[in-house]
């Protein structure tokens, strides 16, 4: 068989291309390959980048609220004074510098704060921006500043209202401390161990007794703070008003008392009333008888006086008192 020469040669040429063809394949492939393993181990790059940005961000956040370095010394004084008004200023709060990595250039982080209504309670937030490997992070952080059981709007915590009451009372008798409570011409702080029966008079006199003898008279002013503590082991109680007095007793401030609690006389008090007993009241006159603020008690409480939960008065007085203040955040959010 005679085979041509210009078959063999068309032949070798197909050859030759189809081998450059798949040669061309397998180079386009693997640039392609290459291409996507760069790329994927940039976006690798980047992520550890990012999520690195992310962590000095929030680790600014958590630094100054759970710091008491900067806790105590930025946050909370501003809290404590600042948590009735309707507006707080925001503010910035700098960082120590080997509390930052070395190669972040932002140092401070701003703090700031919800307004409140009756109806919704205040909130911090905190903002800071962080850059690692050129990766800049905006983050904030909110979260609620008071106890979560003040908050709830209800006007009497109680054994019925409140399953935490006993723990509650319990925790504020064994820390209250008069280094927190305020001084200054408004306020009248009252702290007592030893007197078995205080009276606060319908003309708005301070009777202390002991064995039923007055051993002190003093005077209210126009914020109130009374820690009457029960160091006798025996009955003690408060008593506001006389029951043959029809005058109304105002005044506003924040009642502890280790003991039971009586009103005699028609009240109109704003604050926070704190009974580690029972209370007692003179059905016949106190009908008119007011409470805007919250009350607490691990006993009874008769019906009587209308008590309307009222957060600015809670919040003015609720800083005085043993875990009232317990900022925390429970929301991060990338800006």
Not at 44 to 54: A, D, F, L, M, P
Not at 288 to 309: H, Q, R
Request: hydrophobic share 35%.
């Amino acid at each position: 068989m005679i085979i041509k020469d210009g078959h063999i040669n068309s032949k070798k040429g197909f050859m030759t291309v189809f081998a450059l063809l798949i040669m061309s394949i397998i180079m386009i492939f693997s640039t392609y390959l290459i291409y996507i393993t760069k790329f994927q181990s940039l976006i690798t790059v980047s992520s550890i980048n990012k999520v690195q940005s992310y962590y000095l961000a929030e680790s600014k956040i958590n630094k100054v609220l759970y710091d008491d370095k900067y806790y105590l010394n930025h946050i909370y004084p501003v809290i404590k004074n600042k948590l009735q008004d309707m507006t707080i200023p925001s503010y910035r709060i700098d960082l120590d510098s080997f509390d930052l990595d070395e190669n972040d250039k932002y140092t401070t982080v701003t703090i700031g704060f919800t307004n409140y209504s009756t109806a919704y309670k205040r909130n911090i937030f905190i903002e800071s921006k962080s850059i690692y490997n050129g990766i800049e992070t905006s983050l904030k952080a909110y979260g609620p500043l008071v106890n979560d059981l003040y908050e709830q709007g209800i006007p009497v915590l109680d054994n019925n209202t409140c399953q935490e009451i006993d723990d509650l009372i319990n925790y504020i008798s064994n820390n209250i401390s008069i280094d927190e409570l305020p001084s200054g011409p408004d306020f009248k702080v009252l702290r007592t161990f030893d007197n078995d029966k205080i009276i606060i008079t319908n003309d708005k006199k301070i009777e202390l007794y002991r064995n039923n003898i007055k051993i002190k008279e003093d005077f209210m002013k126009k914020k109130n703070i009374f820690i009457i503590e029960n160091k006798l082991n025996r009955s003690i109680n408060l008593q506001i008003g006389d029951k043959n007095n029809d005058a109304k007793i105002e005044f506003e401030g924040l009642l502890y008392i280790d003991g039971d609690l009586y009103i005699n006389s028609n009240i109109d008090f704003k604050g926070i009333v704190i009974v580690n007993g029972n209370t007692y009241l003179n059905p016949d006159i106190i009908k008119e008888s007011k409470i805007e603020g919250i009350v607490l008690t691990n006993g009874t409480i008769e019906d009587g006086p209308s008590i309307f939960y009222k957060r600015s008065y809670i919040y003015r007085y609720g800083v005085y008192i043993p875990g009232f203040i317990h900022p925390r955040l429970e929301l991060y959010k990338e800006l």
